[in-house]
Nanobody, 114 residues
Framework: QVQPVESGGGLVQPGGSLRLSCAAS?????MAWYRQAPGKQRELVAT???????TYPDSVKGRFTISRHNAKNTLYLQMNSLKPEDTAVYYC???????????WGQGTQVTVSS
């Protein structure tokens, strides 16, 4: 498995929007976005099953939207109404996540600050 390549992060003001993209080597039944803030464990942000079902934790529900393009092995995350607590490095991968750290990409940094 080749590591995914995430992109689209950056610095944005509170209330702003960003769209993240992920190029994966292949598509899995369930793909997901994760994030890790400094000093915290990696957490699940959104999942997207190949049949269309999506899930979100309460912390991002109504603000984030996950989508995928299976033919292109690409995963997206539209993030609106961003808050400072959304600041983290964002990663994409399959869900459940792989056991080895070797299968994680570099992630993309999202910083929400005024």
């Amino acid at each position: 498995q080749v590591q995914p390549v995430e992109s689209g992060g950056g610095l944005v003001q509170p209330g702003g929007s960003l769209r993240l993209s992920c190029a994966a080597s292949r598509t899995f039944t369930i793909m997901a976005w994760y994030r890790q803030a400094p000093g915290k464990q990696r957490e699940l942000v959104a999942t997207h099953a190949v049949w269309g079902t999506t899930t979100y934790p309460d912390s991002v529900k109504g603000r984030f939207t996950i989508s995928r393009h299976n033919a292109k092995n690409t995963l997206y995350l539209q993030m609106n109404s961003l808050k400072p607590e959304d600041t983290a490095v964002y990663y994409c991968n399959k869900h459940p996540p792989p056991d080895s750290n070797d299968y994680w990409g570099q992630g993309t940094q999202v910083t929400v600050s005024s």
